[in-house]
């Protein structure tokens, strides 16, 4: 444990696997109290199973295990009351709020949904959740005084729209993640004057549930066994969830302290021209 982030708060979206369970953990390794949010109940127009309350507990007993004290919450970010009520809760409990990891997302849409819900869905979830998450979280940074940092976690979709896809589902996954770019650099510009750093990181593929489950595996039925496959540069077909949360934990320490509105790739050459 290095303690870059001794006597820090974050609240973390989507906490309950994948990228959110592996930032929590790496956030309080670095000596971070955690508030913990998922929506820990599946939504019926998706291909796939979300985060559970159970998986949400292993994450928040990993948290405890480390000797950091946690707070959980179950909220869909598209509730921007429940996440307002989530905030005042957590931060009352821990003292404040210093970061925020707006990670909350979702990928395939369910055969059976019409392209114009799977377009909403993703907008609704992977955007407008995320303006609600950081709507509701900045005030509390403001007020604690000491600056902060927030990271949205975008995609190298939000950079490119290599994706290809003329369906609801892929469209509006990349107008989403383009718009978190855009609201990104829109939010370092309003929190920059309370020392609050704003960035986006945009990941190629990342081996979470939202990608490696068997709706997934049902499209594409012979997966990638090189790096160009993907169209990366780097012979990797997929990234580890550790590969991010390095990246993540530096942009919110101290050691970035000037690092603010940068769209960061963390996908193995995917996005260079």
């Not at 973390?12 to 929506?39: F, K, P, S, W």
């Not at 869905?121 to 303006?131: F, R, S, V």
């Not at 509701?136 to 940092?149: N, T, V, Y």
């Not at 892929?170 to 370092?188: D, N, P, Q």
Request: hydrophobic share 40%; net charge negative.
């Amino acid at each position: 444990m290095t303690g870059r982030l001794d006597g820090k708060v974050a609240m973390i979206t989507g906490a309950a696997r994948g990228q959110g369970r592996g930032h929590a953990l790496r956030l309080a390794e670095e000596g971070a109290d955690l508030i913990l949010v998922d929506i820990c109940q599946n939504i019926d127009t998706l291909a796939y199973s979300l985060g559970s309350e159970d998986e949400l507990a292993e994450t928040a007993a990993q948290v405890e295990k480390l000797g950091r004290r946690v707070v959980t919450a179950q909220a869909d970010t598209r509730d921007a009351e429940a996440l307002r009520e989530t905030v005042e809760r957590g931060t009352s409990e821990l003292g404040g709020l210093d970061i925020l990891i707006a990670n909350a997302g979702v990928g395939m849409a369910h055969p059976s949904t019409s392209q114009e819900q799977a377009f909403r869905d993703q907008l609704e979830i992977n955007c407008i959740g995320a303006w609600n998450t950081v709507h509701a979280a900045a005030p509390k940074i403001i007020e604690g005084g000491k600056g902060g940092s927030v990271v949205v976690v975008s995609s190298v979709m939000g950079l490119s729209g290599k994706i290809g896809s003329p369906t609801g589902g892929a469209e509006g996954y990349v107008a989403a993640k383009h718009a978190l770019l855009g609201l990104s650099r829109a939010w370092a510009r309003w929190l920059g004057p309370h020392n609050i750093r704003v960035n986006s990181i945009h990941t190629s593929g990342v081996r979470t549930p939202l990608l490696v489950n068997d709706a997934v595996k049902q499209v594409h039925t012979k997966p990638p066994t090189t790096g160009a496959e993907v169209g990366h540069i780097l012979d990797v077909t997929m990234l580890d969830v550790s590969d991010v949360t390095g990246a993540v934990a530096w942009l919110v320490s101290d050691e970035a302290r000037y690092v603010t509105g940068v769209a960061l790739p963390i996908d193995a050459g995917f996005t260079t021209p």
